[in-house]
């Protein structure tokens, strides 16, 4: 095993651009919509930022860099490459290294991408979304189906590698739809897809509706369930598995950066509400940061620290964290690391066994098929109390 368990996962960096052209109803990222932003005054913030954290993690190599939001595909390319050119001063950057960029595909933003590639993205990750004009409007988003495939097919002959996103279990889908529209999805060649079933998240505007009971054509839990498994299905046939529960991809077109975070790897969170998980001179640490852009951009700039929470994470909170976010890969987790973080209840794990729920090797557990659609319920049993 490695000399501490997050050398596993590695180290990445995930830098968060907040803002959006408008809030999604269903979205509770943290995200802003604003009309005028001073992107040189952002540029001098992240730069200071990344400065600061290469000081306290000297000599790693990073995997990967993530650009999140809101919508990053916001930015001038001019401002990418500079945050790009001070990550490569900064740190040894892996030869393999994934850049990723978000993207929403509208036609001015598409129009970027050459400008993203030039600057070190070599990773795109499009928010399509929905494959239907009625569907789109629905969800809130700005682009249309034109739009979204001229932004795939631009994005496939710019990037080496090229993910997009869809929502599904969608209000008044059928799975007819679902399978009709995954399986054109398929077709665009893409390495990667994120399919999520849509979440009706509280203190978002579809989480206003829903608590009024003006949601309505929300699929059952059944209808939700036959679709998640259709997805496995027409996937697997494509020749992309699940890797994760919600994230499928051509073998060795997985993300690397999200990977880091489900294997517990450590990785350095700046921007506005950007998590982070360093661990220095032994100690696990989670940070976290002012969650409103200019609360965050007046921070850096009069204290020289973005950080608005650092503390340690005592062993029983970094097992729990483990199996959570390990037990959503195929792969499972690494019991070595397991056992280095404080281990596990045996008993639960045979009993979990016995009725196909995990299985077990020398060195991992990982969920079945049959338990990888009930994971909370496995935590339930799993996590101590």
Same mark, same amino acid.
């Given at each position: 095993m490695a000399t501490e368990p997050w050398q596993s996962g590695g180290f990445g960096l995930y830098l968060h651009w907040p803002f959006c052209q408008a809030k999604c109803p269903y979205c509770d990222f943290n995200s802003h919509v604003q009309a005028e932003i001073d992107q040189s005054r952002w540029k001098r913030a992240y730069v200071a930022e990344i400065a600061r954290v290469a000081s306290e993690t000297p000599g790693r190599v990073l995997r990967s860099v993530f650009f999140?939001?809101?919508?990053?595909?916001?930015?001038?390319?001019?401002?990418?490459?500079?945050?790009?050119?001070?990550?490569?001063?900064?740190?040894?950057?892996?030869?393999?290294?994934?850049?990723?960029?978000?993207?929403?595909?509208?036609?001015v933003e598409a129009g970027r991408f050459r400008g993203y590639r030039d600057a070190g993205v070599n990773r795109l990750s499009l928010g399509v979304q929905a494959l239907n004009a009625d569907d789109l409007k629905r969800l809130g988003r700005l682009h249309s189906?034109?739009?979204?495939?001229?932004?795939?097919?631009?994005a496939r002959d710019t990037f080496d590698r090229?993910?997009?996103?869809?929502?599904?279990?969608?209000? !008044? %889908?059928?799975?007819?739809?679902?399978?009709?529209? $995954?399986?054109?999805?398929?077709?665009?060649?893409?390495?990667?897809? /994120?399919?999520?079933q849509l979440t009706i998240e509280p203190g978002?505007?579809?989480?206003?509706?829903?608590?009024?009971?003006?949601?309505?054509?929300?699929?059952?839990?059944?209808?939700?369930?036959d679709m998640y498994f259709a997805t496995q299905e027409l996937c697997e046939a494509a020749g992309l598995p699940a890797y994760e529960i919600s994230n499928h991809a051509k073998p060795g077109a997985e993300s690397r950066h999200n990977l880091i975070y489900w294997r517990g790897g450590d990785y350095a969170g700046i921007g506005p509400g950007a998590h982070g998980r360093?661990?220095?001179?032994g100690t696990r640490l989670a940070t976290d940061t002012p969650k409103g852009p200019l609360d965050w951009l007046r921070q850096v700039e009069t204290t020289g620290n973005g950080e608005s929470l650092r503390q340690s994470l005592p062993l029983? !909170? %970094?097992?729990?964290?483990?199996?959570?976010?390990? $037990?959503?890969?195929?792969?499972g987790v690494d019991l070595a690391i397991l /056992?280095?973080?404080?281990?596990?209840?045996?008993?639960?794990?045979?009993?979990?066994?016995?009725?196909?729920?995990?299985?077990?090797?020398?060195?991992?557990?990982?969920?079945t098929a049959a338990g990888r659609p009930v994971l909370n319920a496995i935590l339930t049993e799993l996590l101590p109390d």
């Open positions: 999140g939001g809101g919508t990053p595909s916001l930015m001038e390319p001019d401002l990418v490459h500079a945050i790009l050119d001070a990550v490569r001063a900064h740190w040894t950057l892996a030869n393999d290294v994934e850049i990723t960029l978000e993207a929403n595909p509208t036609s189906v034109t739009e979204a495939r001229a932004a795939l097919d631009l090229i993910s997009f996103d869809l929502i599904y279990a969608r209000q !008044d %889908q059928t799975l007819d739809d679902w399978r009709a529209e $995954l399986t054109q999805a398929l077709t665009y060649a893409a390495d990667h897809l /994120s399919l999520y978002t505007a579809f989480g206003d509706r829903f608590s009024r009971g003006r949601l309505g054509g929300l699929p059952t839990e059944d209808l939700s369930g360093l661990t220095l001179n029983k !909170d %970094q097992a729990a964290e483990y199996l959570m976010m390990g $037990l959503r890969l195929r792969d /056992s280095a973080l404080g281990g596990i209840n045996k008993n639960k794990i045979k009993w979990l066994e016995d009725i196909g729920m995990v299985e077990t090797t020398p060195h991992s557990l990982r969920t």
